[in-house]
């Protein structure tokens, strides 16, 4: 099993970055594909990124492409999402996710997950 601790979030400016971190413990951590989603008030939890177990693959959501960057670092247990020319409609609490695929773009496809930090963006 994995668990996993998201750090990195906090208030911005529209045009700021964030670098948003998760960090792994457990010994399983380079088995999973990884994912960070985000869930805004009233709205449902919705995909944002992925990556493959080995670093080699990345997917994002149309609307992240070319402002976001998922990476990741096995030997340190960690998942990082660089997010750049935020917007205020990336305001949400963002969560890390682990589970079989990269590939799965849905929320139920991941079985374990972080508690979630905050994004505030600022128009």
């Known amino acids: 099993q994995v668990q996993l601790v998201e750090s990195g979030g906090g208030l911005v400016q529209a045009g700021g970055s964030l670098r948003l971190s998760c960090a792994a413990s457990?010994?399983?951590?380079?088995?999973?594909?990884m994912g960070w989603f985000r869930q805004a008030p009233g709205k449902e939890r919705e995909f944002v990124a992925s990556?493959?177990?080995?670093?080699?693959?990345?997917y994002y959501a149309n609307s992240m492409k070319g402002r976001f960057t998922i990476s990741r670092d096995n030997a340190k247990n960690t998942v990082v999402l660089q997010m750049n020319s935020l917007k205020a409609e990336d305001t949400a609490v963002y969560y890390c996710a682990a589970g079989p695929s990269a590939v799965a773009q849905s929320a139920q496809a991941y079985h374990t997950w972080g508690q979630g930090t905050q994004v505030a963006v600022s128009s």
């Open positions: 457990g010994r399983t951590f380079s088995y999973y594909a």
């Open positions: 990556i493959t177990w080995s670093g080699g693959t990345t």
